[in-house]
């Protein structure tokens, strides 16, 4: 972890609003020149303050208007257990995030699917067969109230 200023912070929530502005943009609005406002950036993604960018796509908009919420429980604690399954969940493309967790269920999976019936093909194929699954409970989400891709800071 490294010390932010407030400049620091300025520039961070600049680029969490539009990551594809320019260092001309970023520097007229955090009020730095350009080359100071690029340095900064820099120093931000070498410090891995800065993860990566990306583009969000609106699911709707492509068909994918069904999220998802599955509590996923295993048949064990091992630590190997636990990776297996790990490395297997990350390879499945509909599953947009994976947290393991404290409670009942052993991790929470964010699914986006077409509609049920592509769930049930995503339960049956692949969920259930991910190694070391025990049990599947799953949630469908009525509505999204709130979707944030910008941090607090």
Do not use: W
């Not at 972890?1 to 400049?7: P, Q």
């Not at 730095?32 to 120093?43: D, F, H, N, T």
């Not at 609106?58 to 257990?81: C, H, K, M, W, Y």
């Amino acid at each position: 972890m490294i010390d932010l200023d407030k400049l620091d912070l300025a520039v961070l929530d600049e680029l969490q609003v539009d990551g594809r502005m320019t260092s001309a943009e970023l520097a007229d609005r955090v009020g730095l020149s350009p080359s100071a406002a690029l340095r900064r950036v820099r120093r931000l993604e070498e410090a891995g303050v800065i993860d990566r960018y990306v583009m969000l796509i609106n699911p709707v908009a492509i068909g994918r208007t069904v999220s998802v919420f599955v509590e996923i429980s295993l048949d064990s604690q091992a630590e190997e257990l636990l990776d297996e399954f790990e490395a297997a969940i990350a390879q499945t493309p509909e599953v947009m995030s994976c947290h393991l967790m404290a409670g009942d269920a052993d991790y929470l999976v964010h699914v986006v699917c077409v509609d049920v019936a592509d769930y049930e093909r995503i339960h049956r194929q692949t969920l259930a067969s991910l190694p070391h699954v025990s049990r599947l409970r799953t949630s469908f989400s009525i509505r999204e109230v709130c979707n944030r891709t910008n941090l607090q800071l």
